[in-house]
């Protein structure tokens, strides 16, 4: 068995999203990076109105527990664009190995989410690509 102290006990800090990977303000709290006991790792995003990741895909596909808020999630699709579902708290969303997509909040209320990925054979749990655009993120489908 291994114990990791939550961040608040450690005294880690809340994360500022990278705007390379965010658009908006978006706040990460790690949960576990992969290590030599799993390859499993997960952190709780909090993203502001508006905000959203960039596209991106995951070698091992991803899974996304919504925990508060409303916000999207919406794959590439076959001609390039997206249509953006509706997420809600106890949505469980599976996104496939590969398959490029993005999630964050709706225009005008928060959400938040926990994300869980399993990184590949090079230690690696997600390939980050564009910002998506003001038109796929307003793309309601």
């Keep these: 068995m291994k114990l990791t102290r939550s961040s608040a006990r450690t005294g880690t800090d809340t994360t500022p999203g990278p705007t390379d990977w965010f658009t908006g303000d978006v ?9 030599d006991q799993s390859a499993v ?5 909090r993203f502001t109105p508006g905000a959203r990741t960039a596209w991106h895909h995951h070698p091992k596909g991803q899974t996304l ?3 508060d808020g409303i916000g999207y999630v919406a794959r ?3 001609d390039g664009t997206s249509r953006p579902q509706e997420i809600r708290p106890g949505d469980v969303v599976y996104i496939d190995p590969g ?14 989410h ?3 990925q399993e990184a590949d054979d090079q230690g690696e749990v997600v390939t980050w690509l ?6 796929d993120y307003a793309a309601q489908g």
């Design 114 to 116: 926990v994300a869980i």
């Design 99 to 112: 398959e490029e997509h993005w999630h964050g909040a709706t225009a005008g209320r928060f959400m938040a």
């Design 130 to 135: 564009e910002q998506v655009t003001d038109e």
């Design 76 to 78: 590439r699709g076959e």
């Design 27 to 35: 706040y990460l709290d790690g949960i576990r990076n992969p290590d």
């Design 65 to 67: 527990y919504v925990t």
């Design 41 to 45: 790792g997960c952190a709780h995003v």
